[in-house]
């Protein structure tokens, strides 16, 4: 099934939610505009739907291969690769300092939707080279940047992210890999095995280079004694030459089958420490909170590819006759389009929190000052597990919902959209599960700050609320009544969470995923009462495609009398608290 | 040698087209544009003229509002080195060109820059006029091979492949020279990233059809737009008897 970007809706936030222009002139993207950014995103396109698009379905039937020289990636990959890597789209975000375009992270996103929609396994591979590139930028020395960085900006080289082990997941304070200072003193070798690495192996470029977790011989005990090394498959120095990093074997998955999935073997192989000893997980940890953002833009991007599937196989399925004798197409049924407003209105939603979110990195990069700086990196880091946690769960829902638009055809494998629900279910599982970004949203968002920074966000969904009540018009009015409860429901959870969660330890964890939830609908209910502002504010002046604008009115007013119900469910779920879910000995179960 | 490539602003091949409410045209407001996929493939070729070493310059040229400049930008970062914006107000059409206003202002403009050769597409795909390009060489007296799907640049002559009826045939053209391409002729590149943001930075010249001492002639009037008729939904008939019948009924038999 072809894919299309939707490229409207993109122009859409950026234009009137992010305002993308103004963005780029406060901080300081300079000659960078909306013009640009559609023309990368029309090109992109154009890239996606011709190239990578249509190598989904063979990756996901095909899978990936091992023979004795390591994994053969999916048929057509590489030649699919080397034309991404040739067009430049690896560095769109990469400082020019290191051969990148120094491009907005907002805009970067907006083009990686289309990468991961087109095909989720083939995307993840230049998604974990951007990964390794930000962290080495940020931690590495001239050097060691001067050493990779252009090769992996180029994409010329890939690069991986090597933290699980066996018994370390997510606990990786039990980490076990070595290193040990290079009897040359040249660097340091390394040894341990590491799984779940994705694209751990392939033969699309030259070399891959793996930023591995490890401690030094003088490490202290848990998280504080665990070092980042750069461990290349060869040394720069020697191209083709073995350099101990081998790919032993690939795990068989659920889902994005071409993604090849490796258990790592690290035989005292050469590799350069990134900044400090021991500040290793920090430094993972900048890299992680930008994967954990791109793994919520996954989820928003296979929505997108099995809602288009959705969408016309509503429109083209006959069942039922009208009195005259005509067929019905399925999309008339009320039951298809609860489907289809679920998967329209939940999508838009996603896209514009992504967006938000991905722009808030860009406002903290380019504050003129430390309070604004801090502002935003604040917004940032509560809107990661938001995005993260709420926008993969969601996906799981509406990648089922495409299925079921299908009826029986779904379950079919030949229709191609029980791919896209497999290919989901990772999202809320890699990078953190969901639990782990619940957690991290209690504790380190919540509960730390006693919710400042959630409340100076509310306050910012309270003006919003007041400009729509401002505006006096019906199809906005009907909107306040179910975000404003959705608002105070939060506040009430939030508030509740900060009271009782000294008094009982087991209460954070217990319901910190409901609270993710409540939040990620909350938020989505918020981009949703900007967007019908904006679209408001357009009809009122003539301004804008009257279809699609009316469109965006019924859509936000769809989601907020629908799905923000759903904060009242898991309002419910948070204030019973932890008693009866943790009253069961172990045994009774 | 100089290649000059005409580009022209239309809707997006992948939008389906609607008419505007009142008749008088189809709906430009808020639609994809793009450039006319014959003159991405003109553009295409250009550049690979001088990426061979066979050209020297390929300059690209529209006529149109501001707007065109979009297009301009894309065939710059496909690998135009300049382009020239011939203004006029309105989108040709609605200003009142037509096939010929168009051919006139290229003239004039190929008079001044004087390319060796002039690639164009075959026709756009929202007038499907198919004329432009036969015009031009007719104002000119140049030489012109159409719907090209082969094309071998010389130092005095250019080999052109003809898509024609019934086959191919391949003529050697005199420079300097008017050429449109068919689909044929080549597949167009996909944009580098860095290449789009460099065209940003090419530059683009202002004329506009007074500097060009061009008074177009008016092209054809639109009196109405009509989106075709919806198809009716068919029916099954009883036998070949009732067939017939209804086709006599229908008048096509």
Not at chain 1, 524 to 545: I, P
Not at chain 2, 195 to 207: C, E, L, N, Q
Request: charged residues 25%; negative net charge.
């Amino acid at each position: 099934m072809s894919y299309q970007h939707a490229y409207r809706e993109s122009d859409f936030v950026l234009r009137h939610l992010i305002d993308f222009d103004a963005l780029c002139v406060e901080h300081g993207f300079e000659g960078v505009d909306l013009e640009l950014a559609n023309t990368l995103i029309d090109e992109a396109a154009r890239l996606g739907a011709e190239v990578l698009a249509p190598l989904n379905v063979v990756g996901d039937r095909e899978g990936v291969g091992m023979d004795t020289h390591g994994v053969v990636e999916a048929p057509g990959f590489a030649a699919a690769y080397r034309q991404f890597a040739e067009g430049g789209w690896q560095s769109l975000m990469v400082d020019e300092r290191h051969g990148g375009q120094g491009l907005p992270n907002v805009l970067n996103a907006a083009v990686s939707e289309i990468w991961h929609a087109a095909n989720l396994s083939l995307a993840l591979c230049p998604m974990l080279t951007e990964g390794a590139i930000d962290a080495i930028a940020e931690h590495g020395d001239e050097a060691l940047c001067a050493r990779y960085l252009p090769h992996l900006a180029s994409g010329e080289w890939t690069g991986t992210m090597n933290l699980t082990e066996p018994d370390a997941g997510s606990d990786l304070a039990a980490i076990k890999a070595r290193a040990v200072p290079d009897t040359d003193g040249q660097g340091y070798r390394i040894s341990g095995q590491k799984i779940f690495i994705t694209w751990g192996d392939h033969r699309m470029t030259d070399n891959i280079v793996h930023l591995v977790l490890a401690r030094l011989p003088d490490a202290p005990p848990g998280v504080k004694g665990i070092s980042l090394f750069v461990v290349p498959k060869h040394r720069p120095e020697t191209p083709g030459q073995d350099n101990g990093v081998r790919c032993l074997s690939v795990e068989h998955k659920l889902g994005i089958h071409a993604s090849p999935t490796c258990v790592m073997a690290f035989d005292d192989a050469w590799g350069e420490l990134v900044g400090e000893p021991h500040q290793g997980l920090a430094y993972m940890f900048t890299m992680m909170n930008h994967e954990r953002q791109v793994v919520g833009l996954q989820g928003l991007a296979i929505t997108e590819r099995a809602y288009q599937q959705a969408r016309l196989y509503a429109m083209e399925r006959l069942q039922g006759t009208r009195r005259d004798g005509s067929r019905v197409p399925i999309i008339a049924h009320p039951d298809v389009r609860r489907m289809l407003m679920t998967m329209k209105s939940g999508l838009e939603a996603m896209r514009a929190l992504v967006l938000e979110a991905a722009a808030e990195r860009d406002r903290a990069c380019g504050a003129h000052d430390a309070e604004g700086r801090a502002h935003h990196l604040a917004r940032l880091e509560l809107y990661t597990p938001i995005v993260k946690g709420w926008i993969t769960e969601f996906a799981q829902e509406l990648t089922s919902l495409a299925i079921q638009v299908h009826g029986g055809m779904g379950f079919v494998e030949e229709t191609g959209v029980a791919q896209h629900y497999r290919d989901a279910r990772i999202l809320t599982i890699y990078e953190g599960t969901t639990g782990i970004q619940a957690l991290d949203l209690v504790s380190r968002k919540l509960l730390a700050d006693e919710g400042a920074g959630l409340e100076s966000l509310f306050v910012e969904m309270d003006e919003t609320l007041a400009a729509l009540g401002r505006a006096e018009d019906e199809t906005l009015a009907v909107l306040i009544g179910p975000f404003a409860e959705a608002l105070s429901r939060a506040r009430q959870a939030c508030g509740w969470v900060l009271r009782e969660a000294g008094a009982d330890r087991q209460l954070a964890g217990a319901v910190s995923v409901e609270l993710l939830m409540l939040l990620g609908y909350l938020c989505g209910g918020w981009m949703h009462a900007r967007s019908a502002l904006a679209a408001f504010r357009l009809l009122a002046d003539g301004e804008g495609e009257r279809a699609f604008l009316e469109a965006k009115l019924v859509t936000a007013r769809f989601y907020c009398e629908h799905l923000l119900a759903r904060t009242q469910g898991a309002l419910t779920s948070v204030l019973a608290g932890a008693t009866s879910l943790m009253a069961l000995d172990a045994e009774q179960f | 040698m100089k290649v000059l490539v005409p580009v022209k602003r239309v809707i997006d091949y992948n939008v389906r087209v609607r008419v505007k409410s009142d008749h008088s045209d189809v709906d430009l407001a808020n639609v994809k544009m793009a450039i006319n996929p014959f003159c991405e493939i003109a553009v295409e070729a250009a550049v690979r003229l001088r990426e061979d070493g066979k050209a020297s310059e390929v300059v690209a040229v529209s006529v149109g509002p501001k707007v065109v400049q979009e297009q301009l930008r894309t065939a710059l970062a496909m690998g135009a080195d300049r382009a020239i914006w011939i203004e006029t107000p309105e989108t040709p059409e609605t200003a009142g060109l037509g096939p010929l206003g168009i051919a006139q202002l290229l003239a004039a403009l190929v008079r001044e820059e004087q390319p060796g050769l002039v690639l164009l597409g075959k026709q756009s795909i929202d007038g499907d006029n198919n004329q432009t390009g036969q015009m031009l060489a007719g104002l000119l007296d140049y030489p012109q091979g159409t719907f090209v799907s082969g094309l071998e640049l010389g130092d005095e002559e250019v080999e052109v492949v003809r898509e024609i009826d019934g086959g191919l045939q391949t003529l050697a053209l005199r420079l300097p020279a008017v050429v449109t391409t068919d689909l044929r002729l080549n597949t167009p590149r996909f944009i580098r990233a860095p290449d789009i943001m460099k065209a940003r930075r090419k530059p683009i010249a202002h004329t506009a059809p007074e500097q060009l001492g061009v008074n177009p002639a008016p092209g054809p009037r639109t009196l109405a737009v009509h989106p075709p008729e919806p198809r009716a939904g068919g029916r099954r008939v009883e036998s070949v008897g009732e067939l017939v019948e209804h086709l006599r009924q229908a008048q096509v038999i």
